[in-house]
């Protein structure tokens, strides 16, 4: 089995930070990449940024310049460290990662957190 669990949510005022962390554990081989998408209230699940096992990166525009993302394969974690916080970020953010478990199949597989709650208010 293979789990991914967020940490790091929570309530910030605007402007304000907040870093994520998501850590892989389980029958892992290898992770591909590794990404953070987010869900608002009524709204479709986007991607915010994603990172590639080289770490190259993909962020969504609307985070350019306020978000990073990056990862420790040695920890099999991903983290996403978000500045300047604005209200609109309110969100379920969750983690994703493309996996090899070889136990189930040689092929990378998807899979998904539960999410952690971002709210930014004042």
């Known amino acids: 089995q293979v789990q991914l669990e967020e940490s790091g949510g929570g309530l910030v005022q605007p402007g304000g930070s907040l870093r994520l962390s998501c850590a892989a554990s389980g029958r892992i081989f290898s992770i591909n990449v590794m990404g953070w998408y987010r869900q608002a209230p009524g709204k479709q699940r986007e991607l915010v940024a994603e990172?590639?096992?080289?770490?190259?990166?993909n962020y969504a525009e609307s985070v350019k310049g306020r978000f990073t993302i990056s990862r420790d394969n040695d920890k099999n974690t991903v983290y996403l460290q978000m500045n300047s916080l604005k209200p609109e970020d309110t969100a379920v953010y969750y983690c994703n990662a493309d996996i090899i478990n070889l136990l189930v199949s040689p092929d990378p597989m998807d899979y998904w957190g539960k999410g952690t709650l971002v709210t930014v208010s004042s």
């Open positions: 990172i590639t096992s080289s770490s190259s990166t």
